[in-house]
């Protein structure tokens, strides 16, 4: 069986997003599963903190090999939730044909690869 790719769209919200990549890195079939993790950019008018916060899952998410292989696309610029999504998933799916999409609040049990694939 030919697994199905993970797209996770991440931002600004490190501890948010650690949840989600640990429990994603603890699913059975994660070691034979291919990551792209999507970060869009900061806002025009960010503050401090925002860019603090944008840097902190930059970091995060090269921090462990949380899937066999790991693909991060950044976007220097805030292209917003719903933009980063249907590029994401657009280019991906025509690529692979099907797709597994993940958000950065989403905590996955141990058999959630194997169930959808």
């Known amino acids: 069986m030919t697994l199905a790719p993970i797209i996770l769209f ?22 034979e599963s291919e990551l792209y993790i999507y970060a869009d950019g900061s806002k025009p008018h960010a503050t401090e903190e925002q860019l603090q916060k944008i840097h902190e899952v930059r970091q995060l998410i090269r921090q462990e090999q949380w899937c066999g292989k790991v ?19 657009t280019e991906i799916v025509n690529k692979y044909g099907k797709i597994i999409v ?16």
């Open 102 to 117: 993940l958000e950065d609040d989403i905590v996955t049990g141990r058999f959630f690869l194997e169930f959808m694939n």
């Open 71 to 89: 693909h991060i696309v950044e976007s220097e610029k805030n292209k917003g939730l719903a933009d980063s999504i249907i590029g994401g998933v």
């Open 10 to 31: 991440v931002y600004n919200r490190p501890w948010h997003t650690e949840q989600t990549l640990r429990a994603l890195m603890a699913n059975d079939l994660a070691a």
